[in-house]
């Protein structure tokens, strides 16, 4: 059964801090992985797409990996601001098999403090 | 740039009552979808619309139907709803399922059922 675990659950950093996600998955055959970031009472909003052959992709102050060989992806947001407060969500996407449903994690729940 | 626009935000229901949720798209996607997200899970699908005309069912379709409307809009409707079906309904769209495109969602329905 493809699965898409992301850690930590939770995440309380100061303004200005940096941190790092963490999404491992077990979707196969791989197409690609997006992070997604979702605000409170919204809906999730794409941050970048990850293909097979892509191993570290910028947007802004987020940077997201992607190690194809042991399937773990990790979103690294540099000098957090109060507005990256909110729900990070890795989704993976199979590449055929007649399903293109795409398997999405739990999500980190960030909050950045004052 | 209204996107995907659902309505309505917030409905309460009572136990074997039925409701429609609206989505409607400006994007001249072909493709739409309905999930839903509840506490501590991540967000599963329900039925999709790979183009007008057609609907899949997708991982948890029971005790829902769908209709696409026209190329714009994707209803969900809950025939007899159950307490079971409490949670924040999201509608989405994306140029093609099988592009590398992100799915645009919209803000959610909150639905609780007593």
């Known amino acids: 059964k493809n699965q898409v675990e992301q850690s930590p659950q939770s995440l309380i950093i100061l303004e200005g801090k940096n941190c790092t996600l963490q999404?491992?998955?077990?979707?196969?055959?791989?197409?690609?992985l997006r992070w997604y970031k979702q605000d409170t009472g919204r809906g999730p909003v794409s941050l970048t797409i990850m293909t097979f052959s892509e191993n570290t992709k910028s947007n802004g102050r987020y940077t997201a990996t992607l190690d194809a060989d042991t399937k773990q992806s990790s979103l690294h947001i540099t000098a957090s601001q109060l507005s990256d407060s909110a729900s990070y969500i890795c989704v993976v996407r199979a590449l055929s098999g007649g399903s293109y449903i795409p398997t999405f994690g739990r999500g980190t729940s960030l909050i950045v403090h004052p | 740039n209204a996107g995907v626009t659902q309505t309505p935000k917030f409905q309460v229901l009572k136990t074997g009552q039925s409701m429609t949720l609206q989505c409607a798209q400006d994007?001249?996607?072909?493709?739409m979808y309905w999930y839903r997200q509840d506490p501590g899970m991540g967000l599963r699908l329900i039925y999709y619309?790979?183009?007008?005309?057609?609907?899949d069912k997708g991982e948890v379709p029971n005790g829902y139907n769908v209709s696409r409307l026209n190329k714009r809009e994707f209803s969900l409707r809950l025939e007899s709803a159950a307490p079971s079906q409490t949670s924040v309904y999201f509608c989405?769209?994306?140029?093609?399922?099988?592009?590398?495109?992100?799915?645009?969602f919209g803000d959610g329905t909150r639905l609780s059922i007593l």
């Open positions: 619309s790979a183009s007008e005309g057609t609907t």
């Open positions: 989405a769209s994306s140029e093609r399922r099988e592009s590398n495109q992100p799915q645009h």
């Open positions: 994007m001249n996607h072909n493709s």
């Open positions: 999404c491992n998955y077990t979707v196969s055959p791989f197409s690609n």
